[in-house]
């Protein structure tokens, strides 16, 4: 019997968060795998100019590479810690808001070479984006940060 205990432990240990980051990673970007995060072989954050005072901001996989998983937040320069600004609900079936619309994660394991989304935030306030992308369960890659900018 105990060994059956383990063995599920284990599996749903496996296969946890399919569905996206838990909000305990709101802050940190920490998927919380267990694995080591890596540092960025590529990945990058750009973002668009605003319409209407909405960014556009693209998170992008290097060449011929994928994510299957992400987080991904805007912070205050001032710090480095605090979040700030809105993400819009997300148009497409791949990701969803968190960290009460300051962050956005993935909602199902596809492949993505990049991914989209809307944010609106302060003006005034001097901001960068950070994320975090999963490519497999023990590899995962942190610190992919954006350039800083006035809202």
Known sequence: MFRYLIVGFCV??????PEGAPESACGNLSPQHGADVKPNPGYTIAYSQPNNGVYTVTLNAPRNTSFKGFIIQAFDS??????????????????????????VTHTERNPLTSVQLQWQGTPGTKVYFKATVVVKYDEIYGDIVSGEFTV
């Open 12 to 17: 749903g240990y496996v296969i946890a968060y």
């Open 78 to 103: 001032r710090d480095g810690k605090t979040t700030v600004g809105q993400f819009a609900a997300p148009n497409g079936p791949h990701s969803k808001l968190i960290c009460n619309g300051a962050g």
